[in-house]
């Protein structure tokens, strides 16, 4: 039996629902000084800790003290991952998608891409050139472009990218052996 299974009574869920919301807000609240923790998240973690418990031990016996200790407890375990996350980027470093080299290296890969295009057979080529169009077309576009019904695209479109992934791993050189293979 999973989660998902077991049935909730709508008395239990109406009865708690303005307890949890009401705590789930003051927590975050109160939150605001430190790391910041929403609301809809502290109540969905409530409501999954609620189910968790109905499937182990039935429901609390005091559901007002368990919905306030269950909505602190899920607060100190948000305000702790927040703490403990850190971002991707820094703030003060420059976006290396701007960099001079990152240009580069995405122009040549762009070339590469469109030369492959270009030695498809058949209508492939026009049709993964008409994808690529740097105006992001829609598929009524590209449809009316290359004469073509517009439900066709899409299998034709994956037949050629299926063509395009065979003759790209064909051209892919095996590495060198060094060390120990040899």
Known sequence: MTLLDLPVPATVVSALRPLVSAEATAEAAAAATGAAVDPADLEQAVWLRLLERLADQGPPADAARWVRDTVRAEARRARR????ERPYRDEHTPDPAGCPERAA????????????????PGRCAQLLGAFLAPGDPTYRQIAGKLG???????????????????MLAAEVVAPELRGKER
């Open 148 to 166: 073509m019904s517009q439900g066709s695209l899409g299998p034709i479109r994956s037949r050629c990218l299926g063509c395009l992934r065979r």
């Open 81 to 84: 991952t927040t703490r403990r």
């Open 105 to 120: 290296v995405g122009a040549d890969e762009r070339r590469v891409l469109r030369a492959a295009v270009e030695r498809l």
